[in-house]
């Protein structure tokens, strides 16, 4: 954990974290901006007046990014990225004043379970680009993908309990990616992990310098697009059904899924490609092989 100088973080999270509720209500024409090109989907959070957050508005722009043609052979990956200093500061606070019901609540709070369950649902890896702040709802969505490559400047925080509301949700992400210990840590006291600390408990999958992150970020997408998305599809959907099930229950399906993957026109294309030496053209279907 951040121990040395923190009290300098103290202000700038807060800042992230609050500034839905201090900004003005005015909506920008996007909240998200969809691009493709190469078979890599870059999604990014397009408010940075409001620090990104997580309004009801932005969850459902994120959620429709996200479905928009997920089963196209021409989509391999995502990225999801944001403008600004602050990945993401979380929830939106004015949402979640008294002047809005409870029923509103529950609106925001389902759409972002959504959301964050719709990542690890989708048949393409999900990367997180992180370049700043990601507090909050911001972090429980890094922990949400399948892969964070985050900046040396990236912080990481729960800071709810400063504000009198606990982290719940986000803790559901934070409880599956680190120890425990790490998770309740910044649970109960919102304090900050840098990048690297970050890092080191597994929160995110590399921490590059800030010019080199877009290049490494690339460098891991393009890598993705070089295999078939049918084989990934299947690998994916399985790494986490398995990681629910217990040992002998993961063992036995997965044994299933081998075999089950051999019969994929992509999983014989592979063998085949690998033992005459040559480069193997994917069909990426789910078609078997006749």
Not at 75 to 103: N, T, Y
Not at 163 to 177: E, K, M, N, Q, Y
Not at 248 to 275: H, S
Request: proline share 4%; with cysteine.
């Amino acid at each position: 954990m951040a121990t040395a100088g923190l009290w300098r973080l103290r202000r700038p999270l807060a800042a992230a974290f609050s500034s839905a509720a201090a900004a003005g209500s005015g909506r920008p024409e996007q909240l998200t901006i969809r691009r493709q090109e190469r078979g890599v989907r870059n999604i990014i959070l397009n408010n940075p007046r409001k620090r990104n957050a997580l309004s009801l508005s932005m969850l459902q722009s994120l959620r429709e990014d996200l479905l928009h043609d997920a089963k196209s052979k021409e989509l391999r990956v995502i990225v999801i990225s944001a403008e600004g200093p602050v990945f993401c500061s979380g929830h939106d606070l004015k949402e979640l004043s008294s002047e809005d019901d409870v029923k509103h609540h529950s609106q925001v709070f389902e759409m972002c379970a959504e959301v964050m369950t719709l990542i690890q649902k989708l048949p393409v890896p999900v990367i997180a680009k992180v370049n700043g702040l990601a507090t909050a709802a911001g972090c429980q969505l890094v922990a949400s993908c399948d892969i964070a490559v985050a900046s040396e400047k990236s912080q990481f925080a729960t800071p709810g309990v400063n504000i009198g509301l606990f982290c719940s949700t986000p803790a559901v992400a934070l409880g599956r990616s680190l120890p425990r210990k790490v998770a309740l840590e910044m649970l109960f006291t919102g304090e900050p992990l840098s990048a690297h600390e970050a890092l080191m408990h597994g929160l995110v999958s590399k921490v590059v310098p800030e010019d080199k992150l877009e290049e490494e970020t690339m460098k891991i997408s393009q890598k993705i697009c070089a295999s078939s998305k049918s084989v990934l599809a299947l690998g994916k959907a399985t790494f986490y059904r398995q990681m629910t099930q217990d040992l002998d229950t993961a063992y036995k399906m997965t044994t299933q899924v081998m075999v089950d993957n051999l019969t994929l026109r992509d999983g014989q294309e592979g063998i085949e490609a690998f033992i005459q030496k040559r480069k193997p053209v994917w069909s990426h279907s789910r078609e078997e092989k006749k």
